[in-house]
């Protein structure tokens, strides 16, 4: 069990997918959609077999480890292993990926039969699974600085060849944005393994970690790396590709850019960014803070401004992902467990979340909130999932957003407080663009040319309601994922080089 | 009493691969005077692909003896047989031959790239007769091994005369070349003539800087040389201008910035199998000459002349990025491309670090690939008249819209070498950008690294562009989304994914000369040669981006350079 390449084949299996669909002879054709689940859905099992093989008591160390020479003599390797934050982001994308294939079952044009726009957007779903899997579990540097870069490809055609009006101009400004950070992380990447022990293995992050830098050099590296990740992320100010892309890009599209892509550039911070530059992170917290409660704030005002759905749950995201970067640069060990696990949580709400608006805008031929009014009285299963799914966005409590959020403040204030308090405010204002959202969509009159829109059917149903589940079964027992992302923590602490403060401050002894 | 003459002792296995090449060439005049013109042709192309395949044998042979000693100089050490020489000879006699297949394929007119009489006036009455009586110029493929054989010697010389000898050899040829071209036969002579101009007066200039050097060193020797600037002298002076001339010819021949002005205009008007192999090979010979003049023959000069190198790479790299942004021609826009790609070899060059030379030849190798695949592509893509004839190529950006819907297979492989241009990750391109800049930043000038990443994440625009027009674009508004700059908005996505299949010729409208292309089958049905031309470039290219191991041992071990 421990020796057999789990991570390979995760990674393999969706790419054989992809190339499966890709050579279908044309009387297998009309089966593109089913294959494309059945491979997803084999991804997810074998997932599962993936995590029953993880050892949870030391989910801090990496595990599932691959190691082989790839370039000797540039010292790549093709290296891949996961801790527990990186199984756990393996496992959510799993969950959706198969869910985004049965969302977008009728999409394209595939109102009868299986068009063939929609036969050529399965295949891209399937290789871009791949390469979040393999991103997750690098630990060469330069094997995931390659697939960091690599991913844009399928997620560019996925964005430019089937998406709304201007999505020439969304994917070509997501795709220069994305590599133009990547570029500067090359840079980076270079002058790190020229400063390491180099050698065959010297990409190795395990062998990059603990090197002694000169501090300027360790500061320069860090912002050619943040930059890369923050344009990931994305953060404010470079926040602006984000909100076009989802716009422009099909529903489920958008749920995987969003929902899994984004939290590269997170997961990067946390397994790149802190371990190899401690110090420089200790240094540029401030500003980093600065700037995550900026994008918490400024992503919730002008989630609160827009007209058209997918691009304010768009700016939501923004807003989420300052809360995530908040926690990580907080220092705590709860804070960052905090982080780790409201990617996670992310992923799962606001999928839910793009995939709902996609079935509300396949209805209605259009995102604009000014086209709904009234819809709880018209489609009320699809108005119940959605009051449901926003309410994890803006963290209720008893759904798993809750529990992330919560952690990530009540870790964040214990080092910054300042910072928490203002953040604070982020909750208020999730709280306004949700629920005046609904308002605005689901209750009052019906608009005029609503009436007869259809419920959710019995795949949409079952699309969504399995996210809700997850969400339900997370905020009610968080501790299986809380135990896979809190001992991982703790080793970025240690590696940070700062004393963890306590979560809770001591109650007095009476 | 005159003497008994004893013969210089030649290594001729050592020199075999140039040999052969030349020899070939040589037999190819002879076939011209002597074969009846009915089998001329197939003669002349079958010399023309087994000339250069018998030098690759020959430098397979001698390539282990190479690694283990270091390499020969033969000839009285006016040829220098050393590792980069033999990669050298590897990537010309393979890039050649991959261009002589492309020069030979008839495609489906029956009709190759050149004019059936190069001689005759443009749209004269002789130009017309013969056309008709089905003449073939068949001298192209004897010219081909000739600049073969001189950009072999290039790179490979052991002194500052037979480098001038090998410059006119390969250049000659390659001026009467660019002016062949069958269809817009005035701009082919242009560019004919403005090569053989600006190549004419930097090969002066050349010449002069070697009269320069051999009055500081007294030798024209490269050894000697080096002993010569060891040792500070008086003559100095003579010494910093001699090679800044000697560089000024050399870099016109790798069209650095700011003796790149032939490039646009030659690459445009030659036949676009002669653009492949001058694009490809010539930079490969121009560059392994220069690595060796740089690193092996002035390694004291290393300080006087690196401001001057870094200018030139700066301005290469940026000259040629933001002039292609605006090209709307794809012959001009691949033109320009190769000007920036010069631009980051030659911060490979500037590196002076012993990791530059192998990183060098690595992006040489992937460079080329994709160079003469990419001109392979752009060969096949041709307008049709509305009376169904085929016309010319259509190398109006405009023209390529669409193509991603009709001809898949040829859309994926040029978007394949336009990514591999771009430095994507899983493609040759990437590890020769990743090489070069690594090398580049190991030799402290990572200033010039950056600015090369900077300009990639540029160049990377107007290859995505063409690919957006490949396969995002319906033909219709192909004429406004090629617009250089903002790629234009496309009517409504359904609309736009009806449009894209089955569009009949006759809708058509959109550009004042009617026009569709042919594609790849076309080839296929007559020859074939391009199609395994193409095919070779685009597997060489993933093959070296997913397993670039082989390669880099390769090259690794022999790239040094012999004292």
Redesign the interface.
């Known amino acids: 069990m421990s020796s057999f390449p789990w991570l390979t084949t995760l990674i393999l299996l969706p790419l054989l997918g992809a190339l499966a669909l890709w050579s279908l002879p044309s009387g297998a054709r009309r089966f593109a959609r089913e294959i494309a689940l059945a491979f997803a859905l084999v991804e997810l099992v074998l997932t599962g077999f993936a995590v029953a093989a993880f050892d949870t008591a030391n989910a801090g160390t990496v595990q599932l480890t691959e190691t082989h020479s790839?370039?000797?003599?540039?010292g790549v390797s093709y290296a891949v292993g996961v801790n527990g934050v990186g199984l756990v982001l393996i496992a959510m994308s799993a969950v959706l990926v198969p869910l985004v294939v049965l969302a977008a079952w009728h999409e394209?044009?595939s109102a009868t039969a299986v068009s063939?726009?929609l036969r050529r957007y399965l295949p891209l779903v399937l290789l871009l699974q791949a390469f979040i899997v393999a991103v997750f579990a690098a630990r060469d540097l330069f094997f995931f600085?390659?697939?960091f870069?690599?991913m844009l490809?399928p997620v560019?055609?996925m964005i430019?060849?089937?998406?709304?009006?201007?999505?020439?101009?969304a994917?070509?400004k997501f795709?220069?944005y994305s590599?133009?950070g990547g570029?500067?992380m090359?840079?980076g990447v270079?002058?790190l393994?020229?400063h390491g022990p180099g050698g065959a293995d010297g990409f190795l992050i395990d062998r990059l970690t603990g090197i002694s830098l000169d501090p300027t050099v360790e500061k320069w590296l860090f912002i050619s790396f943040f930059i890369a990740f923050a344009i990931k992320a994305p953060m404010f100010p470079v926040h602006t590709w984000l909100p076009d892309a989802a716009e422009q890009a099909p529903a489920g599209t958008s749920t995987l850019l969003v929902g899994v892509l984004d939290k590269v550039g997170t997961f990067g911070m946390l397994t790149l960014c802190l371990p190899l530059f401690p110090n420089a992170s200790r240094w540029a917290a401030p500003v980093v803070i600065v700037l995550a409660v900026v994008s918490i704030l400024y992503g919730a005002l002008l989630a609160i401004g827009q007209q058209d759905m997918f691009r304010l749950v768009a700016y939501t995201s923004v807003s989420h992902f300052g809360f995530i970067v908040l926690g990580i640069f907080a220092f705590t060990s709860t804070s960052i467990s905090g982080s780790s696990f409201y990617m996670v949580n992310h992923g799962f709400s606001t999928g839910a979340l793009f995939l709902l608006v996609g079935f509300l805008a396949a209805r209605r031929g259009s995102a604009r909130i000014d086209a709904f009014g009234g819809l709880q009285r018209v489609v009320p299963v699809l108005a119940g999932l959605f009051l449901v799914v926003g309410l994890s966005s803006l963290a209720l409590p008893g759904l798993s957003p809750f529990v992330s959020e919560f952690l990530v403040l009540v870790g964040s204030f214990a080092t910054q407080p300042a910072a928490a308090i203002v953040a604070a405010f982020g909750v208020v204002l999730a709280a306004l663009y949700i629920l005046w959202l609904y308002q605005r969509a689901f209750t009052g009159p019906v608009t005029a040319g609503l009436e007869t829109l259809p419920d959710a059917s019995a795949r949409e149903r079952w699309v969504v309601g399995s996210l809700v589940a997850v969400m339900l079964v997370l905020g009610f027992v968080p501790g299986p994922a809380l135990n896979l992302v809190r001992p991982p923590a703790q080793v970025t602490i240690n590696q940070v080089g700062v004393t963890d403060a306590p979560a809770v401050a001591e109650g007095s002894a009476k | 009493m005159i003497a008994a003459f004893t013969a210089p002792h030649v290594a001729w296995s050592a020199i075999a691969p140039v040999v052969i090449v030349l020899g070939a060439g040589v037999l190819g005049v002879l076939v011209e005077a002597f074969v009846p013109s009915r089998f001329r042709r197939s003669v002349q192309v079958a010399l023309a692909i087994i000339a250069p395949a018998a030098a690759l044998v020959a430098v397979a042979a001698l390539w282990s003896g190479v690694k283990s000693t270091g390499g020969t100089s033969v000839l009285g050490g006016s040829v220098l047989v050393d590792g980069p020489t033999l990669v050298a000879w590897l990537l010309i006699a393979a890039l050649g031959l991959m261009s002589v297949l492309l020069a030979a394929d008839r495609t489906e007119g029956g009709e190759d790239a050149f004019a059936p009489s190069v001689a005759a006036v443009p749209g004269s009455a002789y130009e017309e007769q013969a056309r008709s009586t089905g003449q073939v110029q068949t001298e192209i493929y004897p010219l081909m091994l000739f600049a073969m054989g001189g950009m072999m010697v290039f790179p490979a010389a052991g002194d500052l005369l037979t480098l001038f000898v090998a410059l006119e050899v390969l250049s000659l040829p390659l001026y009467l070349l660019a002016g062949t071209a069958r269809r817009r036969r005035l701009l082919s002579q242009e560019a004919s003539i403005k090569y053989f101009l600006l190549g004419a007066f930097a090969s002066a200039v050349f010449l002069f800087g070697i009269a320069l050097i051999y009055g500081y060193a007294g030798s024209i020797r490269f050894a000697d040389i080096t002993a010569a600037t060891a040792i500070p002298g008086q003559l100095d002076s003579l010494l910093l201008v001699g090679l800044l001339f000697l560089l000024v010819g050399i870099l016109f021949k790798t069209g650095a910035v700011p003796f790149h002005l032939w490039t646009p205009d030659v690459y445009q008007g030659a036949p676009t199998p002669i653009t492949a192999f001058m694009a490809a090979c010539t930079k490969v010979a121009a560059f392994v000459a220069l690595l060796r003049v740089v690193y092996a023959v002035f390694p004291a000069m290393h300080w006087d002349i690196s401001p001057i190198l870094w200018i030139v790479a700066i301005a290469t790299m940026l000259v040629g990025t933001v002039a292609a942004l605006v090209q709307n021609d794809v012959k001009r826009l691949l033109a320009y491309s190769s000007i920036a790609h010069a631009g980051f070899i030659l911060t490979g060059v500037i590196a002076l670090h012993q990791r530059g030379i192998a990183a060098v030849l690595v992006y040489l190798l992937a460079y080329g690939v994709a160079t003469v695949g990419a001109f392979g592509i752009v060969y096949l893509v041709r307008e049709k008249s509305a009376d169904g004839s085929v016309v010319g190529e259509a190398t109006a950006l405009s023209q390529w819209a669409g193509l991603g819907k009709q001809h898949p297979v040829l859309a994926v492989t040029f978007t394949l070498f336009l990514?591999s241009f771009a430095g994507?990750?899983?493609t040759a391109g990437?590890?020769g950008k990743?090489?070069t800049?690594?090398a580049a930043?190991?030799g402290g000038a990572?200033p010039l690294?950056?600015i090369g990443?900077?300009a990639?994440?540029a160049a990377?625009?107007f290859y995505?562009r063409i690919i957006?027009l490949m396969?995002?674009?319906g033909e219709h508004d192909g004429a406004e989304?090629a617009e250089a700059g903002?790629?234009s908005?496309?009517?409504?996505?359904?609309a736009v994914?009806d449009e894209g299949?089955g569009v009949a010729v006759a809708e058509r409208t959109a550009t004042a000369t009617a026009v569709e292309r042919t594609t790849t089958t076309v080839v296929v049905r007559a020859e074939g040669f391009a199609v395994v031309a193409i095919a070779l470039c685009a597997i060489v290219t993933v093959a070296v981006g997913l397993f670039?191991?082989p390669v880099?041992?390769l090259i690794?071990d022999v790239a040094k350079f012999l004292p």
Do not use: D, H, K
């Open positions: 790839w370039i000797a003599a540039f394209q044009g063939n726009q600085y390659l697939v870069e690599a490809i560019y055609f430019g060849g089937f998406g709304g009006a201007r999505r020439r101009y994917a070509v795709l220069l590599l133009a570029l500067i090359l840079i270079i002058v393994y020229l | 990514l994507i990750p899983l990437f590890i990743f090489a800049f690594s930043v190991a990572w690294a950056l990443v900077l990639s994440a990377a625009f995505v957006v396969f995002f674009t989304a903002e790629p908005e496309a009517p409504a996505a359904a994914a299949y670039p191991t880099l041992n690794g």
